[in-house]
């Protein structure tokens, strides 16, 4: 069974700066499409950043292009999420999510087949 365990949130004031880790067990690791989504209070769940198998090919919500970086690490089974420039509207429990087939559509969070529990990150002004 796969198991996603994110970590790195925490209270950052605006501006500042964290890195998200999230660490899969599993063999096919470095096959899957990851995802890192976010989920406000009283809001749906959205996309933030993905990444190919190889790390070829990443996508970005257009809220974070340029402050965010997604990364990965296949011989650690784990991805990263770099966040600079925070603002208190990315405030957040962040989760990590893999996809275990095509990875055609990394924007949708229904393509993904396993979700972490989430780690809290909150941007005070």
């Known amino acids: 069974q796969v198991q996603l365990v994110e970590s790195g949130g925490g209270l950052v004031q605006s501006g500042g700066s964290l890195r998200l880790s999230c660490v899969a067990s599993?063999?096919?690791?470095?096959?899957?499409?990851m995802g890192w989504f976010r989920q406000a209070p009283g809001k749906e769940r959205e996309f933030v950043a993905g990444?190919?198998?190889?790390?070829?090919?990443?996508y970005y919500a257009d809220s974070v292009k340029g402050r965010f970086t997604i990364s990965r690490d296949n011989a650690k089974n784990t991805v990263y999420l770099q966040m600079n420039s925070l603002k208190p509207e990315d405030t957040a429990v962040y989760y990590c999510?893999?996809?275990?087939?095509?990875?055609?559509?990394?924007?949708?969070?229904?393509?993904?087949?396993?979700w972490g529990q989430g780690t809290q990150v909150t941007v005070s002004s």
């Open positions: 990444i190919s198998w190889s790390g070829g090919n990443k």
């Open positions: 599993g063999r096919t690791f470095s096959s899957w499409g």
């Open positions: 999510a893999a996809d275990f087939n095509d990875y055609t559509d990394p924007w949708n969070r229904r393509q993904y087949d396993s």
